[in-house]
């Protein structure tokens, strides 16, 4: 497939468990977003590399949460010791990173559910 | 499966109907603006969008308007079909930098038989 991929699309986990949520961008794709969608709500932004530069991460809630991109490709984002308000669906964006025009093009998220 | 909003506001149209959905920005900064249509179990998918120097727009049965005045956009579908049932969210951003999308409030159009 040719769009971007996360896996898993589900995860369960256990208030105070560690999770790790993975993307796939678009290949080629320069720039790659995170971003946190709470039920009933728009997507809010997380943080934002371009190759494995994080360039942005003014969107982490806190210090549990941390992404990284070593090759600047796949992107791993980390939720330790998970808490309740955790519980969203967390979206990747790739885009080519030319500029001016940036579309974004989205991933089908993972839901994270923490019990 | 899963459902993007529970708790956000409805549009109900006829099939068939024009739609049109509101929407009011926030940035002053932002001079980028896009329509996403965001499908149950999916991520956003971009619709249409326009920048701050038109004050319309025109796709495949939607159009989007600006008035930058008062800080709104609009999205307008035409003749509604069962396939444009989903959660609508406007976005906006500055056009030439490669950054971060601000998403606003979503809207769930449902689509009456």
């Known amino acids: 497939g040719a769009g971007v991929s996360q896996s898993p699309r589900y995860k369960v986990a256990k208030r105070g468990q560690d999770v790790a949520l993975r993307c796939d961008p678009i290949?080629?794709?320069?720039?790659l977003f995170w971003y946190q969608q709470a039920l009933g709500q728009g997507p809010e932004f997380l943080t934002y590399?371009?190759?494995?530069?994080?360039?942005?991460k003014s969107g982490l809630p806190s210090d549990r949460f941390f992404a990284e991109r070593p090759e600047g490709s796949v992107s791993t984002l980390k939720i330790q010791r998970t808490q309740q308000e955790d519980s969203a669906v967390y979206l990747c964006?790739?885009?080519?990173?030319?500029?001016?025009?940036?579309?974004?093009?989205f991933g089908p998220g993972t839901r994270l559910t923490v019990l | 499966g899963e459902s993007v909003g529970l708790h956000l506001p409805t549009l109900s149209v006829q099939e068939g109907d024009n739609s049109i959905i509101n929407c009011a920005y926030s940035n002053s900064a932002s001079d980028y603006f896009i329509w996403y249509k965001q499908e149950s179990g999916k991520g956003p998918q971009f619709i249409i969008d326009i920048r701050s120097n038109m004050d319309k727009r025109q796709g495949q049965r939607v159009t989007v308007l600006l008035n930058k005045t008062v800080k709104h956009l609009s999205l307008q579908i035409a003749a509604t079909q069962p396939g444009d049932s989903a959660v609508y969210f406007c976005?906006?951003?500055?056009?030439?930098?490669?950054?971060?999308?601000?998403f606003g409030k979503g809207t769930r159009l449902h689509i009456l038989p």
């Open positions: 976005a906006e951003k500055v056009w030439n930098r490669d950054d971060k999308i601000i």
């Open positions: 290949s080629g794709h320069v720039s």
């Open positions: 964006a790739s885009s080519l990173g030319m500029e001016p025009y940036n579309e974004q093009f």
């Open positions: 590399f371009q190759n494995e530069a994080q360039l942005d």
